[in-house]
C-alpha cells in the first residue's frame, strides 16, 4: 500500500483522495484554505447555502458521473433557466421562442426564424472581422446588442469590436419554448450544499485532511516523504513559475443579505447591458426552492475583474501564448515529476466544468490503479 498526498481539497483531489482510500491507500489532503471543497464550497448562512465563487449547478450527459456522484449526495431537481435584464426589459434564456416573443412579438417558430434571418441579412457576403460582425453574422443585431454585446464586453474586459470573431463558434438558438439552458441528461444541486458532498468524499478512515497548509511551505520534504503526488494548484507555480506566468480571469464577488423573502424571484439574472458594471446577480435560496428564512434572503453580485498574481484565478484564457506556456509545463511535468500527477482547472489550465472533472479525475483513478 502506498502514501499518497493530495494537494488541493477540490472537486479533483477530493474524487482522486477517496478513489485511493477505496483501494486500500494511506492519503493525506493538504489544503490551503480554511474549507474544503475549493470553488464549488457553499456556506450556510441563514439556512441558505451560498455559492462563496460563483453559481454552482450540476449537469451532465455522462451518466456514469452522475451515478457516481450519487453516493455522495441527493440532488433536487433545480434546472438552470436564467433570465437577462436588459435596461429594465426582462428576457428569458437561452435564445428560445419566449425570448423571440419578448423581443419581436412573433408567435411561431418560423416567424422567429425569419425574423432572425431577416436580421442576419445585415452581414450577407461578407466575413466577420471580429466578434461584434461575428454575432451579427449568426443571430442578428436586435439580440447581438441587447442580450450579447454588454455581458460579453464586461466578461473579456474588451470591446466586442477589438474581440476575435472565434470566440463566439455559434449561436444556440432553440425553436420551442423552453427555458432550459442545459441539454443535459441531468442536473440539479445537491441537497445540503456541495462542501457536504465533497465532506462526504473525504469521509474514510483512509484519508486524514489538513486545512490552512500550503505545498509550497514544505514541498521538498512532501516529495520525498510522500510515494506519490496528486497536485491541483497551478501548474506555473508547482515549477516557481520558472517559465513564465500563465494568465487568468478573475471575478469579484459582492454578497449581500437582504430583509425581503425574494428578491428578484430567479436564482440567476444576467444583466446584459453596458451601463450596470456586474454581469450576474445570484439569488441562493433559489437553487433550493426557497429554502431559509423565509424574511431573509442572500443575493451575490458577479463582477468581472482583470487577474493579476495572488487574485484568484478563475478562468484560463486559452490564447496561443498561454496555450504554448502550458504545452511546456506539461513537457516539464511529464519529463522531470514521475511522481507527481496534474490534474484539475489548475493542474491542466483548463475551464472544466464539475463533471468533466469528475470525469478526469476518475481516468486519472485508472491510470493509476487500473480499470
Ligand atoms: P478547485 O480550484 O476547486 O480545487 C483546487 C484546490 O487546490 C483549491 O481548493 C485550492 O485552494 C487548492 N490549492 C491550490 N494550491 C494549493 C497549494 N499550494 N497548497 C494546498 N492547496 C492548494 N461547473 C459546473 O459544472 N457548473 C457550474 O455552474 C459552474 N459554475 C462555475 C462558476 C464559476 C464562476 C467558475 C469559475 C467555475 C464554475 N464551474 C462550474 C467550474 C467548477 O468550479 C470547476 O469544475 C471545479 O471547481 C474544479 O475543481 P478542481 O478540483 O479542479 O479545482
Not at 471575478?251 to 451601463?275: C, H, M, P, S, W
Request: overall charge negative.
Amino acid at each position: 500500500m502506498s502514501k499518497y498526498l493530495v494537494v488541493g481539497a477540490g472537486l479533483f483531489g477530493a474524487v482522486f483522495a477517496r478513489e485511493a482510500a477505496k483501494r486500500g491507500h494511506e492519503v493525506t489532503v493538504i489544503e490551503k484554505r480554511d474549507h474544503v471543497a475549493g470553488n464549488i464550497y457553499t456556506k450556510e448562512i441563514d439556512g441558505i447555502q451560498v455559492h462563496q465563487y460563483g453559481a454552482h449547478i450540476f449537469h451532465t450527459s455522462n451518466k456514469d458521473v452522475w451515478e457516481y456522484v450519487q453516493q455522495f449526495a441527493e440532488f433536487n431537481r433545480y434546472t438552470n433557466s436564467p433570465v437577462a435584464n436588459y435596461k429594465g426589459k426582462m428576457y428569458n434564456l437561452p435564445f428560445n421562442m419566449n425570448t423571440f416573443t419578448q423581443m419581436w412579438g412573433v408567435r411561431t417558430p418560423q416567424e422567429a426564424m425569419d425574423k432572425i434571418n431577416e436580421q442576419r441579412a445585415e452581414m450577407a457576403g461578407k466575413t466577420p472581422q471580429n466578434l461584434e460582425e461575428q454575432a451579427i453574422s449568426l443571430i442578428g443585431r436586435d439580440i447581438y446588442e441587447k442580450l450579447i454585446k454588454g455581458y460579453t464586453e464586461k466578461q473579456w474586459g474588451r470591446k466586442a469590436t477589438e474581440l476575435p470573431a472565434f470566440i463566439i463558434k455559434r449561436v444556440p438558438v432553440r425553436l420551442i419554448y423552453d427555458n432550459n439552458y442545459f441539454n443535459d441528461d441531468y442536473q440539479g444541486i445537491p441537497k445540503g450544499g456541495y462542501t457536504k458532498l465533497v465532506e462526504n468524499m473525504l469521509k474514510h478512515d483512509k484519508i486524514t485532511v489538513e486545512l490552512d497548509t500550503d505545498f509550497f511551505a514544505k514541498k521538498d520534504e512532501y516529495l520525498q516523504k510522500f510515494d506519490r503526488v496528486v497536485y491541483t494548484g497551478p501548474i506555473d507555480e508547482f515549477f516557481d513559475y520558472k517559465l513564465g506566468e500563465l494568465e487568468y480571469r478573475s471575478l469579484r464577488f459582492e454578497t449581500e443579505e437582504k430583509d425581503v423573502g425574494n428578491y428578484q424571484g430567479n436564482a440567476v439574472i444576467n444583466y446584459t447591458d453596458a451601463e450596470t458594471p456586474y454581469t450576474r446577480v445570484i439569488e441562493h435560496k433559489h437553487f433550493e426552492f426557497g429554502k431559509g428564512d423565509p424574511d431573509k434572503t442572500i443575493i451575490t453580485r458577479e463582477y468581472p475583474a482583470d487577474w493579476h498574481k495572488g487574485d484568484e484565478p478563475y478562468y484560463p484564457v486559452n490564447n496561443d501564448r498561454n496555450n504554448d506556456l502550458y504545452a511546456q509545463y506539461k513537457e516539464m511535468a511529464d519529463k522531470e515529476d514521475a511522481k507527481v500527477i496534474f490534474g484539475g482547472r489548475l493542474g491542466q489550465y483548463k475551464y472544466y466544468n464539475m463533471d468533466q472533472v469528475i470525469a478526469t479525475a476518475l481516468e486519472a483513478v485508472n491510470d493509476e490503479f487500473g480499470k
